[in-house]
């Protein structure tokens, strides 16, 4: 190859390259997040918007100043773990001993590489023990005792069983203890039949593409002790896959385990399906077959947002171009200015 042959073919090769660079570099930052669908009484409406506003903001306030995409997605949640609106960490519901067992997973797109815990009673954000699990073991689940052991040796620090207890968790076991209900009770609502708790969730996608998604839980009032719902499970309550996309899952877990909800919302973008498309579709076949409800949120590759629940409501919120959007109620879409700088 003569000197000016080459010249053009490294130049063009060098002018594809910057091209690719620029493609990656064109995804717009987000981070979604669900506080999960259910039946929601109207008195704690206010408290779980204000919840996902300020976990997504604090997310997307943390991948804009240059955290990865793991630390994203691991502040939105554990805001809401700390939130007693929601049921994960504290605010968790009880099991039939009245006691807390939480479960929680994460899962980074680029390797799949993946990090779940389950029958966490005793540390307060399980989603953080999650994250060591993906970073720092060979597996991709730990639980009960040992999970107990690899936090602590982590630096965990352990907490009274009871500071996890709330007052509307320990109302809402004596609802289901005295009307039934097959665990399936949100906080504060005592009917009989609800149509599913909260768990809460976040998936975010970077500028480069990456994608990653966090879910957490306290499971359902009055489970049995040593209930493993979806949440801690991939495939079921969290997937992700930066060739595809990501999705958390909420609702009633053991119908969302029965037809692995978060792959096979990944599957039908994979065929050609928009998120919003995908997510529609798969939790409506869920429904209709088995009767029982959910909600999920989800990311495409291309940053594209997807976001549906056959319950009567679930609280979501995103952060996209400077703008925050969010809702609740089926059909409710609230859009405001979002100032990244603002405290």
Same mark, same amino acid.
């Given at each position: 190859?003569?000197?000016?042959?080459?010249?053009?073919?490294?130049?063009?090769?060098?002018?594809?390259?910057?091209?690719?660079?620029?493609?990656?570099?064109?995804?717009? !930052? @987000?981070?979604?997040?669900?506080?999960?669908?259910?039946?929601? !009484?109207?008195?704690?409406? !206010?408290?779980?918007?204000?919840?996902?506003?300020?976990?997504?903001?604090?997310?997307?306030?943390?991948?804009?100043?240059?955290?990865?995409?793991?630390?994203?997605?691991?502040?939105?949640?554990?805001?809401?773990?700390?939130?007693?609106?929601?049921? +994960?960490?504290? $605010?968790?519901?009880?099991?039939?001993?009245?006691?807390?067992?939480?479960?929680?997973?994460?899962?980074?797109?680029?390797?799949?590489?993946?990090?779940?815990?389950?029958?966490?009673?005793?540390?307060?954000?399980?989603?953080?023990?999650?994250?060591?699990?993906?970073?720092?073991?060979?597996?991709?689940?730990?639980?009960?005792?040992?999970?107990?052991?690899?936090? %602590?040796?982590?630096?965990?620090?352990?907490? !009274? &069983?009871?500071?996890?207890?709330?007052? +509307?968790?320990?109302?809402?076991?004596?609802?289901?203890?005295?009307?039934?209900?097959? $665990?399936?009770?949100?906080?504060?609502?005592?009917?009989?039949?609800?149509?599913?708790?909260?768990? @809460?969730?976040?998936?975010?996608?970077?500028?480069?593409?990456?994608?990653?998604?966090?879910?957490?839980?306290?499971?359902?009032?009055?489970?049995?002790?040593?209930?493993?719902?979806?949440? &801690?499970?991939?495939?079921?309550?969290?997937?992700?896959?930066?060739?595809? $996309?990501?999705?958390?899952?909420?609702?009633? $877990?053991?119908?969302?385990?029965?037809?692995?909800?978060?792959?096979?919302? %990944?599957?039908?973008?994979?065929?050609?399906?928009?998120?919003?498309?995908?997510?529609?579709?798969? %939790?409506?076949?869920?429904?209709?077959?088995?009767?029982?409800?959910?909600?999920?949120?989800?990311?495409?590759?291309?940053?594209?947002?997807?976001?549906?629940?056959?319950?009567?409501?679930?609280?979501?919120?995103?952060?996209?171009?400077?703008?925050?959007?969010?809702?609740?109620? &089926?059909?409710?879409?609230?859009?405001?200015?979002?100032?990244?700088?603002?405290?």
């Amino acid at each position: 190859m003569c000197l000016l042959s080459l010249y053009e073919h490294t130049k063009q090769r060098t002018h594809f390259t910057d091209i690719y660079k620029t493609e990656i570099k064109m995804v717009e !930052p @987000v981070i979604i997040v669900h506080g999960g669908a259910g039946d929601i !009484p109207e008195n704690r409406v !206010p408290a779980k918007i204000k919840g996902v506003k300020l976990a997504a903001s604090l997310g997307y306030k943390s991948l804009n100043s240059g955290g990865s995409i793991l630390d994203a997605i691991e502040v939105a949640v554990r805001s809401m773990e700390d939130d007693e609106a929601f049921n +994960a960490g504290y $605010g968790s519901v009880l099991n039939l001993d009245a006691a807390v067992e939480m479960e929680a997973s994460m899962q980074r797109g680029s390797d799949l590489q993946a990090g779940c815990v389950t029958l966490i009673r005793d540390i307060r954000h399980p989603i953080s023990i999650a994250r060591r699990v993906l970073e720092k073991t060979p597996h991709a689940m730990l639980g009960g005792d040992g999970a107990r052991r690899f936090a %602590i040796s982590e630096g965990f620090e352990t907490v !009274p &069983p009871s500071s996890l207890v709330t007052d +509307a968790a320990l109302q809402a076991l004596e609802d289901f203890l005295n009307g039934g209900g097959g $665990g399936r009770i949100e906080i504060g609502h005592k009917k009989d039949m609800g149509d599913g708790v909260s768990t @809460v969730g976040a998936v975010a996608i970077d500028s480069e593409g990456r994608i990653a998604v966090a879910t957490s839980t306290g499971g359902m009032t009055g489970k049995y002790v040593g209930r493993i719902g979806d949440t &801690p499970q991939i495939g079921s309550g969290t997937y992700a896959d930066d060739k595809i $996309g990501g999705v958390s899952t909420t609702g009633h $877990g053991e119908t969302i385990l029965k037809v692995c909800l978060a792959h096979s919302i %990944i599957i039908g973008m994979e065929k050609g399906l928009s998120p919003q498309e995908a997510t529609t579709q798969a %939790i409506d076949a869920m429904t209709n077959r088995l009767t029982e409800t959910a909600g999920a949120i989800t990311l495409s590759n291309k940053g594209d947002i997807g976001m549906y629940f056959s319950s009567k409501m679930m609280a979501w919120c995103y952060v996209k171009a400077g703008k925050i959007h969010y809702g609740i109620k &089926p059909n409710e879409h609230n859009i405001e200015d979002f100032d990244v700088n603002a405290p």
